[in-house]
């Protein structure tokens, strides 16, 4: 019997063992992921659309404390107050566009220009603005003014400053706050509902021309309002750069009258305004 024969010697090197691969590093994934996420953020709020909560009762009766809101941000164009913080990344006003009276808009606030506030757009650059009596007059003409329903708003942790000639109580016994409303129409056909609550120093006023590039700025409660009216030294801003315009008011996505506890999540349900919610401009 013949022997089988044996395995002939190979002269190939063994193969090389395979490197392991590189552990990956969660933490730099996290990091990579926040940054990415930031970058979006910023481009959205940006150049998009940003959230705008209310917190004042300059704008009632359109808005009240405690509601939030969606602006727009390119129907006016882009500036360095478009961006978070005011990085004076852009120069000037690019894509400038110009509000049309009646619009409420989101601003940086002169003469700061550090603050967020919200009005209604009355006067363009070139028109003239005055209040004669309680009444808005644009260009030397009466803005027509109708009374509507009184504004009826519950007293809440939200709303708590009624005065008390306009302090009632509702068919169960809570406390509401009652007050004049009006309807004003701009020449452009906008309407909107304002509330007077009767005759203050600055419901007659001389005469404001709006200087180029510029807007005059009201809030619709008339009397509880620092605005274009009012100068830097009494608090107000006067005329407001369009430069500083941030964007459109186009929505509430949110609204709470104020008494949630956020250690008790049914309370955030409870203290919701749902009528309010969706509500367009």
């Avoid at 959205?44 to 509601?67: H, K, N």
């Avoid at 967020?116 to 644009?138: A, E, F, H, Y």
């Avoid at 004003?184 to 120093?201: F, I, R």
């Avoid at 001389?206 to 807007?215: I, K, L, Q, S």
Wanted: aromatic share 12%.
């Amino acid at each position: 019997m013949e022997n089988a024969p044996s395995a002939e010697p190979t002269d190939q090197p063994a193969r090389a063992a395979a490197k392991p691969a590189p552990p990956k590093s969660e933490w730099r994934d996290l990091a990579t992921f926040l940054v990415k996420l930031a970058l979006i953020v910023f481009v959205v709020r940006s150049f998009i659309f940003s959230p705008f909560s209310i917190p004042s009762e300059s704008m009632l009766p359109r808005l009240l404390i405690g509601d939030y809101l969606f602006i727009t941000k390119w129907n006016y164009g882009y500036s360095k107050h478009s961006l978070p913080w005011s990085l004076p990344l852009i120069p000037g006003r690019i894509l400038p566009g110009t509000p049309a009276r009646g619009d409420v808009v989101v601003f940086k606030a002169p003469p700061g220009n550090d603050t967020d506030w919200i009005k209604r757009v009355i006067g363009l650059p070139g028109d003239t603005v005055q209040m004669q009596n309680g009444q808005l007059v644009l260009n030397g003409k009466p803005v027509p003014k109708q009374a509507v329903a009184n504004f009826v708003l519950p007293i809440t942790p939200n709303f708590q400053r009624c005065q008390p000639q306009f302090e009632q109580v509702d068919a169960k016994g809570n406390p509401i706050c009652s007050i004049p409303r009006f309807r004003e129409t701009l020449p452009n056909g906008k309407q909107y509902d304002v509330l007077d609550q009767g005759m203050l120093p600055k419901d007659n006023t001389g005469v404001y021309t709006v200087p180029a590039g510029h807007a005059f700025m009201m809030g619709d409660n008339r009397d509880n309002s620092m605005d274009s009216r009012f100068s830097h030294e009494e608090g107000g801003i006067e005329f407001v750069p369009l430069e500083n315009v941030e964007g459109k008011a186009i929505v509430n996505f949110w609204s709470t009258d104020g008494s949630a506890n956020w250690l008790l999540p049914w309370t955030w349900f409870t203290a919701a305004r749902w009528s309010r919610i969706g509500e367009g401009f």
